[in-house]
């Protein structure tokens, strides 16, 4: 059974603070992402990884970084959270164009 | 990021009635087509997909559809259940095959 695993389900931070997204995936995958998802917008990508230490921008990466040390760890990094970067975030993961596999998401809540 | 636009945003439709949901892109290198379904608070979830060298594909009562010279898919769900009532998303991967760009999401909501 596929899992994608996010370190926090909900998490309030306050503007400015630097903020570590985490994803864990066991399936060995060699793409992972991280995506937002806010009302109406659907699911907008930030960024993706298709290899270990590699990144691609996606749609929205502005205010964003990320790092992927190992294979099965992606990580989002809000560089100094805003109350605009309030919002659910939802990392995936697969082989190339196939399923791909969604954690749980995180709500975070800038204040 | 490559457009993929989806169309209805809201979709209400009677039990055992059907539902039709569409979608176009943009990047004609698109060949990969799945289709999400999100339930209220749960992750989205992979219910069919497609490629570009198949037409259509069916499974029980889901179907997908789709027309690469117009650069549009649909998902088609038959004989609709309240358990069908989610948000339904399409996606097309990119032009480097990567990524998956997403719609903004159908939001079904059939009723008894």
């Known amino acids: 059974d596929v899992k994608v695993t996010q370190s926090s389900r909900y998490l309030v931070k306050r503007t400015g603070e630097k903020v570590f997204l985490e994803c864990v995936q066991d399936?060995?995958?060699?793409?992972m992402f991280w995506y937002r998802q806010d009302p109406g917008l659907g699911l907008r990508l930030i960024y993706f990884?298709?290899?270990?230490?590699?990144?691609e921008k996606g749609d929205i990466p502005e205010g964003y970084s990320v790092s992927r040390e190992k294979k099965e760890r992606f990580s989002l990094i809000l560089e100094s959270a805003s109350t605009n970067q309030t919002s659910m975030y939802l990392c995936?993961?697969?082989?190339?164009?196939?399923?791909?596999?969604f954690g749980q998401g995180t709500r975070l809540t800038v204040v | 990021g490559e457009n993929v636009e989806q169309h209805p945003s809201t979709l209400s439709v009677q039990e055992g009635d059907s539902a039709v949901i569409k979608c176009t892109y943009s990047?004609?290198?698109?060949?990969?087509f799945p289709w999400y379904k999100q339930e209220l608070g749960k992750r989205p979830q992979l219910i069919i997909d497609?490629?570009?060298?198949?037409g259509e594909k069916k499974d029980q009562r889901i179907a997908v559809t789709l027309n690469k010279t117009a650069k549009h898919f649909s998902l088609h769900i038959t004989e609709t259940q309240p358990e069908d009532s989610a948000v339904y998303f399409c996606?097309?991967?990119?032009?480097?095959?990567?990524?998956?760009?997403f719609g903004k999401g159908t939001s079904l909501l059939v009723t008894p």
């Open positions: 995936a993961s697969n082989f190339m164009n196939t399923e791909a596999f």
């Open positions: 996606a097309a991967n990119s032009r480097s095959g990567y990524a998956l760009n």
């Open positions: 990884s298709y290899d270990v230490k590699m990144k």
């Open positions: 399936m060995d995958h060699e793409n």
């Open positions: 497609i490629r570009s060298n198949v």
């Open positions: 990047d004609s290198a698109s060949n990969y």
